[in-house]
Antibody, heavy 116, light 106 residues
Framework: EVQLVETGGGLVQPGRSLKLSCVAS????????MTWTRQAPGKGLEWVAS????????YYPDSVKGRFTISRDNAQNTLYLKMNSLRSEDTATYYC?????????WGQGTLVTVSS | DIQMTQSPASLSASLGETVTIECRAS??????LAWYQQKPGKSPQLLIY???NFHTGVPSRFSGSGSGTQYSLKINSLQSEDVASYFC?????????FGAGTKLEL
């Protein structure tokens, strides 16, 4: 069974940093692209970052480019999202998802609240 | 960026009814479209990819269609467990973008 478990969310002040983790199980992690997607409270979904299966290439929307970094450790079956210079508009539940184009499996999400 | 306009924003229907949700892209996305279902308090779940391909375990009462800029999700014989929000997503081009969602109620 595919499982994705995110951790690392919490309350953080504007301008500070936070690092999310996602531990994967139930599939060969190193074979798949991985993606972070977020959802602001009561709002829709927003693609945040994607990484190739090897970790050699990464992709971001302009809204987070230069502030967020997606990475992975295939030996530890773990995906990361380092978020710097956080803003109030980054407040959301962050989901770890498996997939390059469409996202077949989602974690339960971890809530990040950016507030002073 | 490709804009995805989803309609209606909310929908009230009856058990056994057939409903259709529409998604319009701001440019041709060449069938690069997926649909997700999100039940209250839960993570989204993939229903359909490549416009009309079912994800594993998705009931056959769900179907997808469309081409170019116009796509739709159809739910036949509405069941109580279909109460959820539905989102479309284009992956033809970066940045991937989602529709704003349709909240389906009974």
């Amino acid at each position: 069974e595919v499982q994705l478990v995110e951790t690392g969310g919490g309350l953080v002040q504007p301008g500070r940093s936070l690092k999310l983790s996602c531990v994967a199980s139930g599939f060969t992690f190193s074979n798949y692209w991985m993606t972070w997607t977020r959802q602001a409270p009561g709002k829709g979904l927003e693609w945040v970052a994607s990484i190739t299966n090897s970790g050699g290439s990464t992709y971001y929307p302009d809204s987070v480019k230069g502030r967020f970094t997606i990475s992975r450790d295939n030996a530890q079956n773990t995906l990361y999202l380092k978020m710097n210079s956080l803003r109030s508009e980054d407040t959301a539940t962050y989901y770890c998802t498996r997939g390059q184009l469409w996202f077949a499996y989602w974690g339960q999400g971890t809530l990040v609240t950016v507030s002073s | 960026d490709i804009q995805m306009t989803q309609s209606p924003a909310s929908l009230s229907a009856s058990l056994g009814e057939t409903v259709t949700i529409e998604c319009r892209a701001s440019e041709d996305i060449y069938n690069g479209l997926a649909w997700y279902q999100q039940k209250p308090g839960k993570s989204p779940q993939l229903l359909i990819y490549n416009t009309n391909n079912f994800h594993t375990g998705v009931p056959s009462r769900f179907s997808g269609s469309g081409s170019g800029t116009q796509y739709s999700l159809k739910i036949n014989s509405l069941q109580s467990e279909d109460v959820a929000s539905y989102f479309c997503q284009q992956y033809y081009d970066y940045p991937f973008t989602f529709g704003a969602g349709t909240k389906l109620e009974l």
